[in-house]
């Protein structure tokens, strides 16, 4: 069976990372359009570093949860019939065991150089007046993630194992946007089963054919342990 996952903030919620758009959420105190934009970032560099350079240091006080782990276990098991794409900038998928990790939305542990183009793992603050390790050129460096507006990564690999998959799951994401959001819908187009595992229902959950409400350090081991047997 060829299972494709997406997961988004709230597959991190229990590991001590905010949601986005829950009650106490990042985008509930602070506006994106001045933190998550290339006009933000052009317009005020330092504050959208320091947002960034945050939640990077944050990843340090944070561990992967059992539903991170159980993911990895299924890549494990299915190898290349299995596909983790993630809207999550953090790095606890790799953490918790997976290998491979779409991240669609760009990684807070990698810089990007817009003088010579290249990402770098970082783990330390970004400035303005940060030098490349590639290139030496200094303030040219931004964190290496994909902005509102911005074109998300690796779309025509994700698109063409959406259009082959048995099994759609969505882990943890509010649907609420785009092109992510609309995954389910291709999906369920190309002939796949699709299935919510969330907290609550979410923007898109009209979409899913099946749904699972709960935390998802429960919901995701017990759909794990259904596909693989008892870890
Ligand atoms: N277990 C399972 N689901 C949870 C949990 C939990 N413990 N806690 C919260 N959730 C669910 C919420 O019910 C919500 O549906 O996770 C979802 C989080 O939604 P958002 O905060 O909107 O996060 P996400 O869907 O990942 O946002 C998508 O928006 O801001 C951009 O680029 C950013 O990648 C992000 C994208």
């Given at each position: ?6 997961t988004?903030a709230?597959i ?6 905010s949601?986005?758009r829950d009650?106490d959420g ?5 506006d994106?359009i001045?933190l998550?934009t290339?006009?933000?970032?052009a317009?005020d560099p330092e ?7 945050a ?5 340090r ?7 991170h782990?159980?993911?990895?276990r299924l890549?494990?098991e299915l190898g290349r019939?299995?596909m ?5 900038v953090?790095?606890l998928?790799?953490?918790g ?12 542990r ?7 183009d290249?990402?770098v793992?970082w783990?330390?603050?970004l400035?303005?007046a940060?030098?490349?390790?590639e290139?030496?050129?200094?303030g040219h460096m ?6 509102f507006?911005?074109m ?6 994700i698109?063409r194992t959406?259009?082959?998959?048995d099994?759609?799951?969505a ?7 785009y092109?992510a ?6 999906a ?13 229902p979410?923007?898109?959950t009209?979409?899913?054919d099946s749904?699972?409400h709960?935390p998802?350090?429960?919901?995701v ?5 259904e596909?693989?047997?008892?870890a």
């Amino acid at each position: 069976m060829r299972i494709v996952v997406l997961t988004g903030a709230g597959i991190s919620a229990e590991s001590g990372l905010s949601t986005f758009r829950d009650p106490d959420g990042v985008w509930m105190k602070m506006d994106p359009i001045k933190l998550a934009t290339p006009e933000a970032f052009a317009a005020d560099p330092e504050l959208v570093q320091g947002f960034y350079n945050a939640r990077r240091a944050q990843l340090r006080e944070v561990e992967p949860n059992a539903a991170h782990l159980a993911l990895a276990r299924l890549e494990k098991e299915l190898g290349r019939d299995f596909m983790l794409v993630t809207q999550n900038v953090d790095d606890l998928h790799e953490r918790g065991g997976s290998r491979e990790v779409v991240h669609m939305h760009g990684q807070l542990r990698q810089a990007w150089c817009r003088a010579c183009d290249a990402r770098v793992e970082w783990n330390d603050d970004l400035s303005s007046a940060t030098a490349c390790p590639e290139c030496g050129a200094a303030g040219h460096m931004r964190p290496d993630i994909v902005w509102f507006g911005e074109m998300p990564y690796r779309m025509e690999e994700i698109m063409r194992t959406l259009d082959t998959c048995d099994l759609f799951v969505a882990i943890g994401t509010s649907g609420a946007v785009y092109p992510a959001a609309g995954f389910v819908e291709i999906a369920a187009n190309a002939g796949a089963e699709t299935l919510e595992l969330n907290l609550q229902p979410s923007d898109g959950t009209v979409f899913f054919d099946s749904h699972r409400h709960g935390p998802a350090t429960e919901i995701v081991p017990a759909f794990v342990d259904e596909i693989l047997g008892p870890a």
